[in-house]
């Protein structure tokens, strides 16, 4: 159900590892949750962001929701199109509606992360 290349945090974040890079995005699980995204608020290429603080605001007809970072490092990317097509991260949280790209200052904040196993098992038990 959640892939199993990626890593994710309690908070419902994902994150893949290419090297040093980290694209981040929301679970499936959190999107869901969260319904309809209408607004996202990111950081700017060149930001910083450190492990299980928070990034961004992510908005929905339901809630404004936190964004809180998988891994410490320097924003490299962000996904423009979230912009205008808010939505992308609700069609498409594992693809098309990632938030943004990340230089790991330190890949072992990675392999502490959840796997996907993991994290299905945490959701199952915030279910009840």
């Known amino acids: 159900m959640y892939p199993e290349d990626l890593r994710y945090t309690a ?7 290419d090297g040093t890079v980290g694209t981040i995005g929301i679970t499936s699980f959190a999107q869901d949750q ?5 607004y996202v608020e990111l950081p700017r290429s060149g930001d910083p962001v450190a492990q299980f603080k928070v990034f961004g605001v992510i908005d929905s007809v339901k809630a404004s929701s936190d964004l809180y970072a998988p891994v410490t490092g320097t924003v490299i990317a962000v996904n423009e199109a979230l912009a205008t097509s808010p939505q992308l991260v609700n069609e498409q949280p594992y693809g098309d509606g990632w938030l943004l790209r990340v230089e790991l200052a330190n890949t072992a904040e990675y392999d502490g992360l959840l796997t996907a196993e993991q994290y299905q098992t945490h959701i199952a038990t915030q279910a009840h």
């Not at 908070?11 to 590892?17: F, M």
């Not at 969260?34 to 209408?38: A, K, N």
């Open 34 to 38: 969260l319904g309809d995204v209408v």
């Open 11 to 17: 908070e419902h974040e994902w994150i893949r590892l």
